[in-house]
């Protein structure tokens, strides 16, 4: 199993952040998926994980602004985050694992983004 | 619950033995904890899981151990690929459901 990351490297304070993990070498209705950022320099940060089924869980911290969905025709999950401040600037990663969301063995390459004007 | 790694950063020689601890705020279930490896520029590398089961090709010189609040991570014989980030995880029912430790860096001597 393949990820890889897509979406804006940039986006503007207050705007949203919308990025998709495509997934090949298995289907996106087989694993249970996941979102992991890491600002520069620093330690890294659940933001939120979907299962198989389309049960979603989210970092309270991001709740009231975070959406995490699947597009199975497409074989992708995707984040989106609302209202966005520099604070979310960081490296999102998508994972995923076979068996749980308690840890995640598949790792995309991640992907900056900066939020700034 | 908070996951506080030690020591922050740790300085050894290829050869040697490598200790890194995560301790938890309160007492957690092994099944759900785990270590993970980072390097530059990389994304993290899930190396054990359910506190002491390696993952898939992750060499034996890697071992993980504990439980209640205490758990490690041991290198028996540090290789040079494996001065990097170590990161522990726990997935539990508090808010938030899944965090990280800080992490060690593991550094060349």
């Known amino acids: 199993v393949q990820l890889q990351e897509s979406g804006p490297g940039l986006v503007w304070p207050s705007e949203t952040l919308s990025l998709t993990c495509t997934v090949s070498?298995?289907?996106?209705?087989?694993?249970?998926w996941t979102w992991i950022r890491q600002p520069p320099g620093k330690g890294l940060e659940w933001i939120g994980s979907?299962?198989?089924?389309?049960?979603?869980q989210y970092n309270p911290s991001l709740k009231s602004r975070l959406i995490i969905s699947m597009d199975t025709s497409k074989n992708q999950f995707s984040l989106q985050l609302e209202s966005v401040t520099a604070a979310d600037t960081a490296v999102y990663f998508c994972?995923?694992?076979?068996?749980?969301?308690?840890?995640?063995?598949?790792w995309g390459q991640g992907t900056l983004v900066t939020v700034s004007s | 619950i908070v996951l506080t790694q030690s020591p922050g950063t740790l300085s050894l020689s290829p050869g040697e033995r490598a200790t890194l601890s995560c301790r938890a705020s309160?007492?957690?279930?092994?099944?759900?904890f785990s270590w993970y490896q980072q390097k530059p520029g990389q994304a993290p590398r899930l190396l054990i899981y359910?506190?002491?089961s390696r993952a898939v090709g992750i060499p034996d010189r890697f071992s993980g151990s504990g439980s209640g609040t205490d758990f490690t991570l041991t290198v028996s014989r540090l290789e040079p690929e494996d001065f990097a980030v170590y990161y522990c995880?726990?997935?539990?029912?508090?808010?938030?459901?899944?965090?990280f430790g800080q992490g060690t860096k593991l550094e060349i001597k």
């Open positions: 070498g298995g289907s996106v209705t087989t694993y249970h």
């Open positions: 995880q726990y997935f539990g029912t508090s808010s938030p459901p899944n965090t």
């Open positions: 309160q007492n957690i279930r092994s099944n759900f």
């Open positions: 979907i299962y198989y089924g389309g049960t979603t």
């Open positions: 359910a506190a002491s």
């Open positions: 994972a995923g694992d076979k068996f749980t969301t308690a840890w995640s063995f598949y």
